[in-house]
């Protein structure tokens, strides 16, 4: 049995209380799926370099995403007004390491990790550049076996994002499903 507690601080459930003991697990396979921004990482990744370098571009990205620009058009766009600014992707990168994980979560990863047979992946609709840096930064890039997000890469120290595409269908829509949206 797993028993996990969850505290409540009078807003977002933490996770509190696991230690290595707690996660004696009997099977012959566990996989463990993650979603990212308010899970493993505290806050909403992709709103995270706005709110620490330019706050005022917060009212933009809102506005954009209520008029029924796709999330990761709007900040892609916004990452490139931040880029205008002067603001390159290490400012934004050093943004993001400033933010905290979730309490619990690094002793988690590193518990799961240390299981035999046990693999860790991560499905989120922030972007793959985002999430391995903060891993990284956190020493926790090899506790996971995969990551499936947004697609991110830097060029001339701008961050560009594009969405989610299945490798095997080549469609910029996951599995080709039209009831999923174009980020995951």
Not at 23 to 43: A, M, P, Q, R
Not at 48 to 64: G, R, Y
Request: with cysteine; aromatic share 6%; glycine share 4%.
């Amino acid at each position: 049995d797993v028993e996990v507690s969850m505290g409540d601080d009078g807003g977002d459930s933490t996770l509190i209380g696991v230690q290595k003991n707690d996660l004696n697990i009997s099977c012959t396979e566990l996989l463990v799926v993650y979603d990212f921004d308010h899970t493993i990482f505290n806050k909403n990744s992709d709103l995270v370099p706005f709110e620490k370098l330019e706050p005022a571009l917060l009212d933009t990205i809102m506005k954009q995403s209520k008029d029924g620009v796709s999330w990761t058009s709007v900040i892609h766009d916004a990452l490139g007004a931040l880029s205008r600014l002067g603001y390159t992707d290490e400012h934004i990168f050093h943004a993001l390491y400033d933010s905290p994980l979730t309490d619990g979560f690094q002793e988690l990863l590193i518990s799961v990790n240390a299981m035999p047979n046990a693999s860790q992946i991560i499905i989120s609709d922030a972007n793959v550049l985002f999430i391995t840096r903060i891993l990284d930064k956190h020493q926790l890039m090899s506790t996971v076996d995969s990551i499936t997000s947004n697609i991110a890469v830097v060029r001339n120290n701008r961050i560009h994002l594009s969405p989610y595409s299945d490798p095997s269908t080549e469609s910029p829509i996951p599995f080709r499903c039209k009831n999923c949206p174009n980020n995951l």
